[in-house]
C-alpha cells in the first residue's frame, strides 16, 4: 500500500444489523477495516483470525469493521456459519472509493491513532506480520 500517513477517508454507513457506523479521523483508535466476500476463501480464512485479534485486543483501543459490498441478508447468513463479533458494515454511498475499488480480496487498510492510513503486511505474509503490526500501533504515543 503506497498510502502512508495520508488521513483515512472517513465513511458512514450501516452495518448488517442497520446500526450506524462510523470511522472518525483522529479518534484515538487503532482500526482496520477488512475488505471481504463470503465467495473469497482467503477472506472466510482470515476473519476467525481478525475476530480473535479483535476480541484480545479491543480494551486497548482496537477497532475493526468489516465491509462488503454483499447483500445484507447474505452476509447475515454467513455470520451463522462464522460469527465474529466485529461490525460487517454493507457499502453506501457513504464508503469512499478507496474501500470500494478492491483489485485482490482480501484487503486490509490500517488506521494509526492518529486516523492516518499505514502500511499493512500483505496476504501472502504470516498473520503473525499483522498482529505484531497493530500491536506496534496500539503502543504508540500519540502526541
Do not use: H
Not at 500500500?1 to 479518534?27: H, I, Y
Amino acid at each position: 500500500q503506497a498510502l502512508r500517513n495520508v488521513a483515512a477517508p472517513v465513511f458512514d454507513t450501516l452495518d448488517v444489523f442497520g446500526k450506524r457506523q462510523r470511522l472518525e479521523k483522529g479518534k484515538g483508535e487503532v482500526v482496520l477495516v477488512s475488505i471481504w466476500a463470503t465467495w473469497c476463501g482467503p477472506c472466510r480464512a482470515e476473519m476467525p483470525r481478525i475476530d480473535r485479534l479483535y476480541r484480545e485486543r479491543k480494551d486497548q483501543g482496537f477497532v475493526v469493521f468489516g465491509l462488503s459490498d454483499e447483500d445484507v441478508n447474505v452476509q447475515r447468513k454467513y455470520l451463522e456459519q462464522v460469527p465474529v463479533t466485529y461490525p460487517l458494515l454493507t457499502v453506501s454511498a457513504g464508503v469512499p472509493q478507496l474501500y470500494r475499488e478492491i483489485v485482490r480480496y482480501p484487503a486490509l487498510f490500517l488506521i494509526d491513532r492518529k486516523g492516518r492510513l499505514q502500511p499493512v503486511p500483505g496476504p501472502d505474509q504470516p498473520f503473525e506480520k499483522l498482529e505484531a503490526t497493530v500491536g506496534v500501533l496500539l503502543n504508540s504515543v500519540v502526541d
